[in-house]
């Protein structure tokens, strides 16, 4: 069996919780034996990577917008718990998106202090994107360390709620705003939105990471491509953007027709395999990936690029040898 590397899988920490009473209620609204899970960073998720085949897993925290000084308190927690299973547990920074200064800083902290292997963010601050260039020092340095940034889905900020809510109960319009849709439609606009920006000509070497088979990209990127022909000139094209400089994880999406279409669409070189843990299991993810095996969808050293070996390229880390 093939080892493989998980990108998109999640901690919460005590300290978010202590920090913000927003996070306090969020967390309140989740399943005990889910936050049991996401608290654990010892041998119980551990004994959870071995049920799945996992090899080594790139955790990261979220959601939360938090102050710079509890950003670092938990990235430097989270650096402990790396440093006892070393082989088994990697990491993405906690970011500060609402000091971009601040952030970029302590982007280049982790990578270089304590080891981890890029950023995960959450794909607005309250409403806000990030192709307003306030917050492109964070771009800048993640380009200058050679790290992927990780966009995130996140909840819907209130403004951004009423496009949701309809002729049905308000928690159907949650459900409409967040893993029913508007995660990740949400997210391939946000893709978008950073093109149309110039963000890619001004970083041609960023490398920004997405979950969920593509967020609902490949599936228009087509159309998409000739669209955005229309915008003015470019450096790059966005065909050319989506070929070099984004890398898609299959988390949390257990179907072989998006897979099918995302494969169809993007070099399997930039396809990476993921599960979304704990919120999936690592068991549902190693079924998955069995059944990706069984119908020859991809196959042979397009396997091996796929469980590990992409995951290793980009994140400069290694999968244990078997």
Same mark, same amino acid.
């Given at each position: 069996?093939l080892?493989?590397i998980t @990108?998109?899988? %999640?901690?919460v920490? &005590?300290?978010a919780?202590e920090?913000?009473?927003e996070?306090?209620?969020h967390y309140a609204?989740f399943?005990? %034996?889910?936050?049991t899970?996401l608290e654990?960073?010892?041998?119980e998720?551990?004994?959870d990577?071995d049920?799945g085949?996992?090899?080594?897993?790139v955790?990261?925290?979220?959601?939360?917008n938090?102050s710079?000084?509890?950003?670092?308190?938990?990235?430097d927690?989270l650096?402990?718990?790396?440093?006892?299973?070393?082989t088994?547990?990697?990491g993405f920074a906690?970011l500060?998106?609402s000091e971009?200064a601040?952030?970029?800083?302590?982007?280049?902290?982790?990578?270089t202090e304590?080891?981890?292997?890029?950023?995960?963010?959450?794909?607005?601050l309250?409403g806000q994107?990030y192709?307003?260039?306030?917050?492109?020092?964070v771009f800048a340095?993640?380009?200058?360390l050679?790290?992927?940034i990780y966009i %995130?889905?996140?909840f819907?900020?209130d403004?951004?709620?009423e496009h949701?809510?309809?002729?049905y109960?308000?928690s159907v &319009?949650?459900? @409409?705003s967040a893993f029913g849709w508007?995660?990740h439609?949400?997210?391939?606009?946000h893709v978008i939105?950073?093109f149309?920006?110039? @963000?890619f000509? $001004?970083?041609?070497?960023l490398k920004?990471?997405?979950g969920h088979?593509? *967020?609902?990209?490949p599936?228009?990127?087509d159309?998409?491509?000739?669209?955005s022909?229309?915008?003015?000139?470019?450096?790059?094209s @966005? $065909?050319?953007v989506?070929?070099?400089?984004?890398?898609?994880?299959?988390s949390?999406?257990f179907s072989l027709?998006p897979?099918a279409c995302?494969l169809?669409?993007?070099?399997?070189e %930039?396809?990476l395999?993921s599960?979304?843990?704990?919120?999936?299991t690592?068991e549902?993810?190693?079924?998955?990936?069995?059944?990706? *095996?069984?119908s020859g969808?991809?196959?042979e050293?397009?396997? *091996?690029?796929?469980a590990?070996?992409?995951?290793?390229?980009l994140?400069g880390?290694? &999968?244990?040898s078997?």
């Amino acid at each position: 069996m093939l080892p493989l590397i998980t @990108l998109e899988e %999640h901690y919460v920490s &005590a300290k978010a919780r202590e920090a913000s009473p927003e996070a306090r209620a969020h967390y309140a609204n989740f399943p005990p %034996h889910i936050l049991t899970k996401l608290e654990n960073l010892g041998d119980e998720r551990i004994l959870d990577l071995d049920k799945g085949n996992v090899s080594l897993q790139v955790i990261s925290h979220g959601p939360g917008n938090l102050s710079s000084p509890t950003c670092a308190a938990i990235n430097d927690d989270l650096a402990s718990a790396i440093a006892k299973n070393p082989t088994r547990l990697a990491g993405f920074a906690m970011l500060p998106m609402s000091e971009p200064a601040a952030a970029a800083t302590e982007l280049a902290r982790c990578v270089t202090e304590l080891g981890f292997v890029g950023a995960l963010v959450e794909n607005h601050l309250d409403g806000q994107f990030y192709d307003d260039d306030r917050f492109w020092p964070v771009f800048a340095k993640a380009q200058e360390l050679g790290v992927p940034i990780y966009i %995130h889905p996140t909840f819907a900020s209130d403004s951004m709620m009423e496009h949701y809510k309809g002729n049905y109960s308000d928690s159907v &319009a949650l459900a @409409l705003s967040a893993f029913g849709w508007g995660w990740h439609a949400e997210t391939g606009h946000h893709v978008i939105r950073l093109f149309a920006s110039g @963000l890619f000509d $001004r970083f041609p070497r960023l490398k920004i990471v997405i979950g969920h088979m593509g *967020e609902m990209l490949p599936f228009q990127i087509d159309r998409v491509f000739a669209v955005s022909e229309r915008w003015g000139e470019r450096q790059r094209s @966005l $065909r050319e953007v989506w070929r070099r400089n984004i890398w898609i994880t299959t988390s949390g999406m257990f179907s072989l027709t998006p897979l099918a279409c995302l494969l169809q669409t993007t070099d399997i070189e %930039h396809v990476l395999y993921s599960v979304d843990y704990p919120f999936s299991t690592n068991e549902k993810g190693l079924q998955f990936f069995k059944e990706i *095996e069984k119908s020859g969808l991809i196959a042979e050293k397009d396997l *091996e690029l796929f469980a590990y070996k992409n995951a290793e390229a980009l994140l400069g880390i290694k &999968a244990r040898s078997s």
